[in-house]
């Protein structure tokens, strides 16, 4: 089955600091997408990415910017944390050439006070 | 912007029951539907899809897609514990499968 972890896995940041969320997988898919999950909003499309070098903004990208260095890797950077950003984000991966499925992993639970 | 909601937003069945659940979306263009599962505490996980008129059953679990509607649901027949969980459908435009999901409906199978 695919892989996709996530680090770290809880995190607390304070207001106006800068926070990375990082994500890794190993299924040699191209495609990677990062979300928020909040209660009542289901998952949200933060930013995605196509293969090493791409990122698109998706339906809620302000104040969040995304960097794929490699087919592996997608991070996720909060250059000024605010407390709405409290949430919970999901990566995951897919590849419409293999499948419809995205594979996600196993969240970070951030929290800004 | 694609808008996708579902209904209703939770439920309570006893263990034997059918459980239908709903979704509608509001891009006609919209061509890629599924069903995405997630159990307390963790992640989403996909459960089913379909991407044609009418109707797709995988073991309990059946889909029905009307397009023309613009809606499609997810029937569990023979609800068990086990199924408690959220359950999020999901609507693509295109075959990237970059999908637009709803909030979600979260199911309680009491036995």
Redo the contacts between chains.
Sequence with gaps: EAAVTQSPRNKVAVTGGKVTLSCNQTNNHN?M?W?RQDT??????IH?SYGAGSTEKG?IPDGYKASRPSQENFSLILELATPSQTSVY?CAS?D?GQG????????TRLTVL | QQKVQQSPESLIVPEGAMTSLNCTFSDSASQYFAWYRQHSGKAPKALMSIFSNGEKEEGRFTIHLNKASLHFSLHIRDSQPSDSALYLCAVSINRDYKYVFGAGTRLKVIA
């Design positions: 495609n997408y979300y009542g909003h289901g998952l949200r499309l995605y339906d999901f897919g419409p419809w499925e995205q594979y996600f992993g196993p969240g």
